[in-house]
């Protein structure tokens, strides 16, 4: 009688590719096997020594052990707000614009539920993280998507870009409400530039469009550039939203800790639904999470040279191994396109050989999307000498194609 009972919702997601990896990963750990991890942007560092000093003093407090505020205390999003101030010189109101959410993810996701109805059209460029895609497929709305170019310097075209929105703004009906972008871009790493989001927040007050931008790896920027917030553009409140997270700045991705900011009106809406789902993150982590962002930041310096270090060791390591990639000017990640004597397996039968011949893991491409094939993401969570061992296993197994 049950199986006649169906959850539609859950039939609209496809099986998830990465979850082929993690099952071989697994096994391969189960029988002790060595496996070199790429697959995931899981930091594998300490957060910094005042911040855990912070949560271990509030956390001996028993005024803290009850229930917190859904949106996040008071003096984390004010802290939130400062944050926003002294890197963008961004002026945000703490009650009417902020809210903390358990890492940007479930921010994202119950952001999406809010303000989504059955039958809106989001645009999600791709290659684009799943759950920017999927969110508004599991709250019954559809998603369009066209493929994002970039330049052999990890550029946006910003030219193809806005070309692309505007041809899929005009075709699609209902006319999509959402737009969802990501710079710096997980998994391409492609960066933005100021330039773009004037034109983006032109065409969502023209178009009459949202925007959502996610900035989760805005801190992790390499030979002197650095991540534009979309609120430097005067006006973007009135249309944007952006979601952060201090997972990767701060080496707390198991905190889940994140927040959203900007405009009002959905900002209230994601505040709203939260005062009904949860009650918010353990307070002594809000509390930590308060000196992380107030506090000392030479830690992000420290986290930022082992990536960019790592990176290059990577780079030089698996290119002198045969297989070349370009260099990320922010992320944790790099792109790369699959080796040319192995492209014909496509990204998901290469990731599996590799991780099963060589024993390096890594996410495929199509992972992200159609636009993502001939692609994985190589995560960047392996220290410099695992790096050089797998790059050993590579050359070896390149050797194969030949």
């Not at 099986?15 to 391969?28: H, P, Q, S, T, W």
């Amino acid at each position: 009688m049950f199986d006649e009972i169906q959850f539609e919702k859950i039939k609209r997601l496809p099986k998830y590719v990465f979850a082929a990896i993690n099952e071989i990963k697994l096994e391969m750990r189960h029988n002790n096997e060595d496996v070199i991890d790429f697959s995931m942007g899981n930091p594998d560092g300490s957060p910094p020594e005042h911040v855990i000093d912070k949560l271990c003093e509030s956390a001996r407090k028993g005024k803290n052990q009850g229930y917190s505020a859904s949106r996040g205390i008071y003096k984390l999003r004010l802290a939130i707000c400062n944050w926003y101030k002294k890197t963008y010189d961004v002026d945000l109101d703490p009650e009417s614009q902020v809210c903390v959410t358990m890492g940007s993810k479930e921010g994202y996701v119950h952001l999406v539920q809010a303000i989504t109805n059955l039958g809106d059209n989001a645009i999600v460029p791709e290659p684009a993280y799943p759950i920017h895609y999927y969110a508004f497929i599991l709250n019954g709305a559809n998603v369009s998507t066209f493929g994002l170019k970039w330049n052999d310097e990890m550029e946006l075209d910003v030219e193809d870009f806005f070309a692309n929105l505007k041809r899929v703004l005009k075709e699609v009906m209902p006319k999509p409400k959402f737009v969802v972008v990501n710079f710096p871009h997980n998994p391409t790493t492609i960066v933005a530039y100021k330039e773009f989001y004037e034109r983006l927040v032109a065409m969502a007050k023209e178009e009459r469009f949202y925007i959502i931008s996610d900035i989760a790896y805005a801190e992790l920027c390499f030979d002197g550039f650095k991540t534009p917030s979309i609120f430097e553009v005067p006006g973007a409140t009135d249309v944007a939203v952006e979601s952060y997270t201090l997972s990767k700045t701060y080496n707390m991705a198991g905190w889940r800790v994140g927040f959203l900011v900007g405009n009002a009106k959905m900002i209230g809406a994601l505040q709203k639904i939260k005062s009904w789902i949860d009650y918010g993150i353990y307070t002594p982590m809000q509390i930590a999470s308060t000196v992380a962002l107030d506090g000392d930041q030479s830690c992000i310096e420290e986290i930022k040279g082992k990536y960019e270090k790592r990176m290059e060791v990577l780079i030089k390591a698996f290119g002198e191994a045969g297989w070349e990639m370009k260099k990320p000017k922010a992320s944790m990640f790099i792109w790369a396109k699959i080796p040319q004597c192995a492209e014909s397996l496509g990204s998901l039968e290469f990731s599996k050989r590799l991780l099963k011949e060589a024993k390096i893991a890594v996410s495929p491409g199509v992972g992200f999307g159609s636009y993502g094939e001939g692609y994985v993401r190589i995560a960047l969570i392996e220290n410099e000498k695992r790096i050089r061992q797998a790059a050993r296993n590579l050359k070896v197994f390149l050797k194969s194609f030949q």
